[in-house]
């Protein structure tokens, strides 16, 4: 059975709130435009931005929504 596998915020702290991610998900996953239905959720202010992922829905670009991220705050991991 291969493994599954999964977006994870390694540097969550180095987040600038800039949403990116957010707007990749939902364009690369969804074919939507806007932040509204992502699996991404970006909360907080400057200094304190918490990166929430939704790991209910499966990520199928996962490399891209890493590439986008100019603070490099994604990793990918083998789930075991
Ligand atoms: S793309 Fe990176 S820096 Fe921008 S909001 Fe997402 S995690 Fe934060």
């Known amino acids: 059975m291969s493994k599954k596998k999964l977006l994870v915020a390694s ?3 180095k ?3 800039c949403k990116l991610c957010m707007l990749a ?3 690369y996953e969804y ?3 806007g932040v ?3 699996p991404i959720r970006i909360k ?3 200094g304190g931005y918490k990166i929430q992922i939704d790991y209910g829905k499966k990520l199928k670009n996962i490399d891209k929504i890493i ?3 100019p603070q490099d705050c994604f990793d990918v991991i083998n789930e075991t």
Request: glycine share 10%; proline share 5%.
């Open 36 to 38: 509204k239905d992502s």
């Open 25 to 27: 998900a939902s364009r």
């Open 15 to 17: 987040c600038i709130g």
């Open 67 to 69: 590439a986008i991220c």
């Open 31 to 33: 074919r939507k435009l």
């Open 11 to 13: 540097r969550e702290q």
């Open 44 to 46: 907080g202010r400057p």
